[in-house]
């Protein structure tokens, strides 16, 4: 009996040794001048504010643009039983401070997870717009029979909406959702929504975009496939709405389709991101490999739309990440990551998820890390906020 148990320490006695050896192996390198800081940044920036906003709001609104100094949303979660389109806004003040609690708080996610109770959102942060053609918004009511009232400050009408969309099978006893995906001054667009009907690609959910010009004096149909809209613009049907579109590169030849989709108006193509690639979203820039299942690091390359379909070598953001040294930064047990992987991309923010593996068993520790690129993009500072662990910031 004293053998076998001479035996287990043996192997346990073994197996510490290795991870302390594997461990000092991967924490070897002496840690650089990169500006670290522990915990969430402690004062309201754009960036932020755009990240927070969308956190807050991406499953409940739409985002339809900013004007002055208002963020305006659409309703985003829309059943058959919505019959009519409502907007909200706040103001960048109004969100700053209702945000402000979290540059305090010990667990600053568990605070922004209280923020996005949509109870707390419609009582402390959203404002109702009572009149949306201040906005240059559409009125939009659903009528018995699919009949849809549409009023805008150049002109009001009402759209037979079974005639209208007669060949795609729509009927005047269908349960049909929509939707706002975008609005500008000229134009904006519709998503009609059918659960039953057949799509062109042969299974149940009809999607129908419904372009329309704010005067009504134009309408154009399309499914929201890619290969449907290609169709449209291959036959000119989208050709009066090009221009209205908003525009994401320097030139104007690139515009950004209801927050995911870019076509280039010169060839009237839609770009083609690729799979291991992530747009970021406001359709500007192009994070390269940042959709890989695991993401690596060393030197991070992000290219404008613009640069991205000349397939060049123009980067016009370039940084590091060193996994292994932000894991001795913050003296992590660890021999390497378990995942790695970008959950948020915009032109000046860019957050990466990491969990690290314990050279034993699970995980050695979970973290999100901040790229704030609003200052020194070459040397940008690296917000390290620990989900498990209690920090005070601390600068490196």
Known sequence: MKTKHLGICFVILLLVILSWCTVNNFSSNEVSTVNYVFGFPKEPSPALTEYISDYLLEESHRKLFKENDAFVFADGKRDENDRIMSYYYYTEARIEKYYERVFNARRPYSDLGILK????????????????????????????????????????TVLDLPKLLKEYGIKENDQLV????????????????????KNSRGYSGLFLNLFIKKDLSEIAVSEQFDEAIQKKLDKGDLNSFLNDFKKIDSKGRYVFLYNWKIIDIET???????????LSEDGKYVYINGRQDHLADGIQRIQTIDNYEAENDIYEIEFELNYEEIAKVLKYLTNGERIADLSYFNEDYVIVNIDYRHPMVGSAGYLDIIVDLQGNREDPTLYLVDLDKDYETNDY
């Open 268 to 278: 009237k193509k839609i770009v083609k991101i690729r799979n291991e690639d992530y």
């Open 178 to 197: 929509f939707n706002l995906l975008e609005s500008s001054e000229n134009h904006f667009i519709l998503e009609i929504e059918e659960g039953n009907i």
């Open 117 to 156: 109770a949509p109870s707390y959102i419609n009582e402390s942060l959203l404002l109702s717009i009572e009149n949306p053609l201040i906005y240059s918004l559409p009125v939009l009511e659903m009528q018995e029979g699919n009949q849809l009232k549409i009023k805008t400050a150049l002109n009001e």
